[in-house]
């Protein structure tokens, strides 16, 4: 399958992108230096765009450093160019050139910029500005780019140099990830960039903004540039600040296959809300926000998300509605000043069909156990989720306060029949279980905090205080028949019919509090050598309760009897009280703006109180317990920043932290009817453990405008060692029933790493390149015993991934990806098996828009299992056709699972065992979708200046005014 799919990249792509290669003897540059035309002195930041002069298409922009100098690569020759130049408080420059084979290399010298003073008589502007800096925000003007008329933001987006749009949705602005996409300032349907990107319309937004600012949900006590937001801010025409956007649409298929969906989303300047609905039977998750970003206006959906879902196990009926809404009580839209109302309802009902058959593998003394499994579940669920919040913040104060609901009801019956035998030995036991149970629970939480942000060195009330409070109740009833046969001791023999009645409740509350301003309290004036002090303790408490019933039936008197050894009643009550003290210090070096260095050395002294009281009916599980631990971390930050060039971020980080045994690892109720090949028996004797981790990132940009090619590069590792460790001892009998006695023991070892590279090559005609490389690694060591051997046991899982996502420009998507998956289990033991299995997967998306309106789709997955031989392949088709005038009703015709191949694998490696697990899914069906997208934006029609093409359009320049103040300025720098 992947030799096909990289035989078609090889004759589809690699061409593509040859032929849009140029012949370098066609192309030439133009170079030069900004100055001032009165002193002349260099300009910084002054916007030059350059546009094809027949056309007026943009085909550059680049801002000036602090040489003033610029320079364009790459030019056609034998073709009219305009060159503007464009700054704050000078007048616009304009320059007409044509570059021929004797004059490839244009070099323009000094450009001088006149100061604009008062008001400037009616000149000729040749196309509107597209790009400017106003101070340090980047401005982008919709006017500028010619698209049609049914184009949204992101397809202008995509025509605007050093903007990438990735395939997986993120957005960078010259090399740094758009952390922040607003509409006038304030969150748009929360913050997912595609609701405002893929639904607002070019013809709607004044200007877009691009800034760099504080992240205002935490305290920068360090002043780290890396805790710094990009923010993009959508602006709306004046007329445009108020409507509504959506899509309704239902679908029919064969196998009695359906599908209805519904959203609707309004907006006005203060107020923003939201309804979806849908029902389905093809395993669409259905959650709203999902929805809501899967209704977008966008002619084809390039990862054809949020279509029948084949690689979820079972069949899935889904019934969800729900809505939200956000209210801001302010007029001005500015990201650091907030007054939000937010809410939102969901409701959902689901019901679930799954069958799977597990093969596992059990590494013993001399002998491995297989394992087949057959399960069999049906199950009825309904929830309902509300959420509440409110947020004040102003400059120096920032008040949260939230609140959520959760109720849920479950009916499930299942089924399970299980067979074990020793590898070239035959059968040893049978284990057949059939449950029918029902639960329900309500939970509600409560939170609240309070920063005062006093930016003043020499005030004493910088601090900050939050509080939390959780309540949840729940009970359940099932009924449990469980037939286990041994045919290696018949005295092993169990049969159960047994009734469990649970209610249980917890409540949970804790309190925290830091106070930055210790130093000034402590030392007055004395700077300390610039080391920062800040002093916290978070002090929280728990109490749960848990009561069991339980009964077996007694088939003399037909009547279920209390199990005295089982029933029992447990109420834990957990104190907990964590002081710390924060020590750090800043190293920073910033040279004009060529280059800013920034050191950050942390250290955290914490200590940990813990007290825990344990309440029950067996006296053997009652305890009462107190502990005290010495929990501290530090870590070293670095960044460095070549302005216009690349970013480094690297962070080395150390913690402490500890653990205590469970009351059910130290005294457990043994219950063989849960899972009768798996028996613990727990140890009274277990002691705390600590666990010492060590984690390491580092984090590569680049960030020039002018490079058609953007880079990133991500390598993480960690490495947690555990003392005292709470590991297994285990035993197995000759059924290949596993009994566990939980030990200490150290040197138990968790590593993890990866590292993420990918680039984006922006090719001609509007058509993107992008490679990505994923590798991901994670070990478990963990010493044990196993049938008194002593081994350690190495858990790994290895995942390698290849991408490669091509853009056709207008024409469509093409997404290639390769992973391959592996996972182990190895001992060291004497006479103990190690096992491996891989798991290759293939994907590919290819999406083709032949004609306007027409788009087709086709996307394949192939999974192939090394352990089973298992294979699957799933290939899916569409054909999706926009009719109207407005291009708001649309019909799709889906053929799914056209190859009836697909099949659901999982596989999972523990410490000494390894399971495949395949379930049923969806199969084959076609089906038949009509939508209709209702959408309107404002209520007459568009003002100002309007641009076509490249006609010379007269306009009167006002007086000069202020620039708006730059977003980066809201920083604090102290």
């Keep these: 399958m992947m030799r096909v799919l990289l035989v078609a990249f090889m004759f589809v792509i690699i061409p593509t992108w040859l032929h849009a290669q140029k012949d370098t003897t066609q192309i030439g540059s133009i170079m030069g230096i900004v100055k001032d035309s009165a002193d002349d002195y260099a300009l910084q930041a002054v916007t030059i765009t350059l546009y094809k002069a027949p056309d007026s298409t943009l085909l550059n922009y680049k801002i000036t450093g602090d040489d003033g100098a610029f320079h364009f690569t790459d030019l056609p020759l034998l073709t009219p160019l305009y060159l503007n130049f464009s700054f704050t408080g000078y007048n616009t420059l304009s320059k007409k050139i044509t570059l021929d084979s004797a004059n490839k290399n244009y070099d323009l010298k000094n450009v001088l910029l006149s100061r604009r003073q008062g008001e400037m008589e009616e000149v000729v502007v040749k196309a509107v500005i597209p790009i400017t800096m106003n101070g340090d925000t980047l401005e982008i003007n919709p006017g500028a780019f010619k698209l049609d008329s049914n184009a949204v933001v992101e397809d202008m987006l995509r025509r605007v140099p050093g903007i990438t749009m990735w395939g997986d949705g993120t957005i960078t602005v010259n090399g740094k990830v758009v952390n922040n996409v607003y509409v006038d300032g304030k969150p748009f349907f929360g913050n997912d960039p595609a609701l405002a990107t893929q639904n607002l319309p070019k013809n709607a937004i004044d200007k877009i903004q691009v800034y760099r600012e504080e992240d205002y949900s935490k305290d920068n006590f360090d002043d780290n540039p890396a805790d710094s937001l990009l923010t993009m801010n959508i602006k709306l025409r004046a007329d445009k600040r108020k409507g509504y956007f959506g899509k309704a649409g239902a679908g029919i298929g064969t196998d009695r296959r359906y599908e209805a969906d519904a959203s609707v989303l309004g907006y006005t300047n203060k107020l923003r809300g939201g309804l979806a609905g849908s029902i389905n039977n093809i395993n669409k998750t259905a959650e709203m926000q999902e929805m809501f970003r899967q209704s977008t206006y966008r002619n084809y959906n390039p990862n054809n998300r949020y279509v029948a879902n084949f690689g979820s196990a079972g069949i899935n009926k889904v019934l969800t509605l729900g809505g939200n809404m956000q209210y801001n009580f302010m007029d001005d839209a500015n990201s650091r000043f907030s007054n939000l109302l937010t809410a939102s309802y969901n409701f959902r009902t689901n019901n679930n069909f799954v069958t799977s058959n597990t093969d596992s593998r059990n590494s013993a003394s001399s002998r491995v156990f297989l394992q087949e499994s057959e399960q069999e579940s049906n199950s009825r669920g309904s929830s309902h989720r509300a959420n509440v919040g409110y947020n004040k913040r102003d400059a120096e104060k920032d008040l949260n306060i939230s609140a959520s609901f959760n109720a849920s009801e479950n009916d499930r019956t299942s089924r399970s029949l299980s067979s074990k035998s020793e590898e070239d030995a035959g059968l040893v036991s049978r284990s057949a279980s059939a449950t029918q149970a029902n639960s329900s629970s309500n939970s509600l939480n409560f939170s609240t905090s309070f920063r005062n942000k006093d930016d003043d060195d020499r005030n004493l009330r910088s601090f900050g205080l939050n509080y939390n409070l959780s309540y949840s109740e729940s009970k359940g009833e099932s009924n449990t028949i469980t037939d286990f046969v041994s045919f290696e001791d018949p005295s092993q023999n169990r049969y159960f019919n047994r009734l469990n009645l649970n209610n249980s409740s917890s409540f949970t509350t804790s309190l925290g509090a830091n106070y930055n301003a210790l130093k000034r309290l402590l030392f007055g004036n004395f700077n300390l050598w610039g080391i920062n002090m800040v002093v916290t303790n978070n002090i929280s408490f728990s109490r749960s309760n848990d009561s069991k019933n339980v009964s077996d039936y007694d088939s003399l008197s037909s009547t279920y009897i209390t199990n005295d050894s089982l029933t029992n009643y447990l109420q834990v009550v957990r104190v907990v009280d964590r002081p710390a003290l924060r020590l750090s210090k800043n190293f920073t070096k910033r040279l004009s703006d060529r280059f800013q260095r920034y050191i950050n050395l942390a250290a955290n002294i914490q200590g940990q109180f813990l007290s825990e009281k344990t309440e029950s009916d067996i006296i053997y599980r009652n305890l009462d317990r107190s502990f005290r631990f010495f929990t501290p971390s530090a870590s070293v930050s670095y960044n460095y920043q070549r302005f216009n060039r690349y970013t480094v971020e690297m962070n080395l980080s150390g913690n402490r932290s500890s653990g205590i045994p469970s009351i059910d690892q130290l005294r457990p109720i043994i219950d063989s009817s849960v899972n009768t090949y798996a028996i613990n028996l727990g140890n009274p004797n277990l002691r705390p453990y600590q666990t010492n981790a060590l984690d390491f990132t580092f984090n590569y940009r680049r960030e020039q405008s002018a490079r058609k090619a953007d880079y990133h590069l991500t390598v993480n590792a960690g490495m947690n060692s555990i003392d005292n460790a709470i590991t297994d001892s285990s035993y197995y009998d000759n059924s290949g029933r596993r009994t566990t006695y939980l030990i200490n023991m150290s040197g138990r070892r968790v590593y993890s790493g990866g590292l993420n590279a990918r680039t984006s090559i922006k090719l001609k005609n509007n058509k993107v390149l992008q490679f990505s490389y994923a590798f991901n690694i994670s070990n478990t060591t963990s010493p044990n015993y196993v049938d008194a051997i002593y081994t350690v046991s190495k858990a790994n899982n290895i995942r390698n991934n290849i991408g490669v996502f091509y853009t056709l420009g207008d024409y469509g998507t093409i997404d290639l990806s390769q992973t391959i998956s592996t996972n182990s289990s190895v001992q060291t033991g004497n ?119 490249g006609s010379e359009l007269r306009e009167r320049r006002p007086e000069m005014r202020r620039p708006e103040p730059s977003r980066s300025s809201n920083i604090r720098r102290r």
């Design 831 to 949: 006479n103990l098996r190690s096992l491996k299995a891989v798991n290759y997967i293939t994907n590919a998306n290819i999406n083709l828009n032949p004609i306007k309106d027409l788009t087709i789709s086709n996307s394949i997955d192939y999974v192939k299992n090394s352990t089973t031989g298992q294979s699957s392949t799933l290939w899916n088709a569409f054909v999706t056709y926009r009719f109207l005038s407005t291009k708001q009703a649309e019909v799709k015709f889906s053929a799914m699972d056209i190859l009836k191949q697909n099949k659901n694998i999982v596989t999972t490696a523990g410490v000494n065992n390894l399971s495949t697990t395949v379930s049923n899914g969806l199969r084959q069906f076609f089906m038949v979708t009509l939508s209709y997208y209702p959408r309107r934006f404002g209520g007459g029609r568009s003002r100002g200046v309007r641009v076509e093409g």
